[in-house]
């Protein structure tokens, strides 16, 4: 693998090496604190991540919650060598390729009834930006010009583009941005600290139906004549895995229906099979006017995202009409619908069915879920664990003057220990591959649990 690619051994990539890392500008990293004290992963084999060491680190997020069949699967890697290899790339501008349309049905099939029109973007940012655009169009496309307004939610995340940030809820990736589009925040979905919920909590908590209702006060104050869409992730997911009552959803969606007001789903996480469903909207039975999904469709070999909508929405913008060389929506990416891409996406959901992928993550969840509640007792600091389908979220209590600073340490001790887990504001995320064992899902648990131990 060196030879073949010159990767650097780990020795060559101390600080030493400093020059050569000073070119890159890192995303969603502390680059000082990484070019300092670097962490490398140069290769990947189903479970595990493989660092400049040779050392396999078990993938408790499953890459960034988009490789739950694993790495380096072999019809996937196929699929992606053959489409290079015939098709590398295909302009639109009234050009078109097969696999897209191909895997557009795919989509579709898998989705709730009624969601059945596609657009592809490159990622999820883009697949929000997308959805946020589509939403204002339609309105105006149906003589409803006004309806311009978003809704999000608190800790809610839909990217880092700037429509995204702007219905998007955690503060930190705003604020050195600010808010580009007209977008107001309902409540975040969490219970108070403490409440460990396993699952999803009930309706009857007092958090419930209230939570939802709050929607309505923003109704009352901007009227739905200026509101285009609510946009939520059905459980929050950079949040912390924040996962909301029985019924919040399902309100959620009649508020929207009774003021027409578009509800969008952004299904990144929760999409392709996490939920142990399709989507999260199969998982809650609650079907949404627009679904995002990206991540795991590829199962994150190429860089794919879209949006589904429903077929009125797509046909409102085709009656639209005009000359033959008009756009019905002027927007799309150089890579929408990449070809290598798409071939990546029909290789995933092939074999997201055929290994039973779905099945297998509703198997494990009880599991999963037992022995991250477990982790409750290993420290005083653990404020709150919550848990969905193979995914859940630990909150730890601030350190005085450095608030985020023990996910960080958790994450980073968690490493040395071989395994990769992701700290996110206060809390631990952990998504492991929907191919994890049992046995590996309790080692992940029980090197958490030591070193929240030794941290404590
Ligand atoms: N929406 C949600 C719910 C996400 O979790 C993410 C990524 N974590 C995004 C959007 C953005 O996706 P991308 O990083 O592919 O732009």
């Known amino acids: 693998l060196r030879a073949a690619f010159a990767v650097p051994t780990s020795a060559e990539l101390r600080p030493g090496g400093a020059d050569w890392m000073a070119a890159h500008w890192m995303p969603f990293t502390g680059?000082?604190?990484?070019?300092?004290?670097?962490?490398?992963?140069v290769a990947a084999d189903g479970a595990y991540l493989i660092d400049a060491d040779g050392r396999r680190v078990f993938d408790g997020l499953s890459g960034l919650w988009c490789t739950g069949l694993g790495h380096g699967r072999r019809e996937i890697v196929q699929a992606v060598q053959r489409q290079v290899a015939t098709l590398d790339y295909a302009p639109a501008f009234q050009f078109g390729h097969p696999l897209s349309f191909e895997?557009?049905?795919?989509?579709?099939?898998?989705?709730p009834a009624g969601l059945n029109r596609v657009f592809f973007t490159g990622s999820g940012s883009e697949a929000a930006d997308t959805a946020l655009k589509i939403a204002r169009a339609y309105w105006r496309a149906r003589g409803q010009a006004s309806k311009t307004r978003f809704i999000g939610r608190v800790k809610g995340y839909h990217g880092v583009n700037f429509g995204g940030i702007s219905v998007g809820g955690i503060v930190g990736n705003r604020k050195l941005f600010g808010q580009a589009v007209e977008a107001d925040h309902l409540p975040h979905t969490q219970p108070p600290a403490g409440s460990f919920y396993r699952g999803q909590p009930p309706a009857d908590a007092p958090y419930a139906q209230t939570l939802a209702e709050q929607l309505l006060d923003l109704i009352a104050l901007h009227d739905a004549s200026t509101i285009a869409a609510v946009i939520v992730e059905p459980f929050s997911g950079s949040a912390g895995v924040v996962v909301p009552p029985v019924g919040y959803l399902q309100r959620l969606r009649d508020i929207c229906t009774q003021h027409d007001i578009l509800l969008i789903f952004d299904e990144v996480i929760t999409g392709f099979g996490r939920c142990g469903a399709w989507t999260a909207a199969e998982a809650f039975g609650v079907v949404p006017d627009v679904l995002n999904f990206a991540k795991q469709v590829t199962n994150g070999v190429q860089p794919l995202g879209g949006v589904v909508v429903r077929q009125d929405i797509y046909d409102t913008f085709m009656a639209a009409g005009g000359p033959e060389y008009a756009l019905e929506l002027p927007h799309g990416y150089t890579y929408s619908a990449?070809?290598?891409?798409?071939?990546?996406?029909?290789?995933?959901?092939h074999l997201l069915q055929h290994d039973e992928a779905l099945a297998r993550v509703r198997a494990l969840a009880p599991?999963?879920?037992?022995?991250?509640?477990?982790?409750?007792?290993?420290?005083?600091?653990?404020?709150?664990?919550?848990?969905?389908?193979?995914a859940a979220g630990l909150t730890l209590a601030p350190v005085p003057g450095e608030p985020l600073k023990r996910p960080f340490e958790v994450a980073m001790r968690m490493w040395a220990k071989g395994f990769y887990v992701r700290y996110g504001g206060d809390t631990?995320?952990?998504?492991?591959?929907?191919?994890?064992?049992?046995a590996q899902i309790d080692d992940l648990c029980d090197a958490l649990g030591q070193t929240l131990r030794e941290l404590t």
């Open 31 to 41: 680059n000082r604190q990484f070019k300092a004290d670097p962490r490398w992963v």
């Open 367 to 390: 599991v999963f879920e037992a022995k991250v509640h477990a982790l409750r007792g290993a420290s005083p600091h653990v404020t709150d664990i919550r848990n969905y389908g193979l």
């Open 428 to 438: 631990v995320q952990l998504a492991p591959p929907f191919i994890s064992t049992e």
């Open 103 to 111: 895997l557009a049905n795919r989509i579709v099939e898998r989705m």
């Open 338 to 349: 990449h070809p290598v891409a798409c071939a990546a996406g029909l290789a995933a959901l």
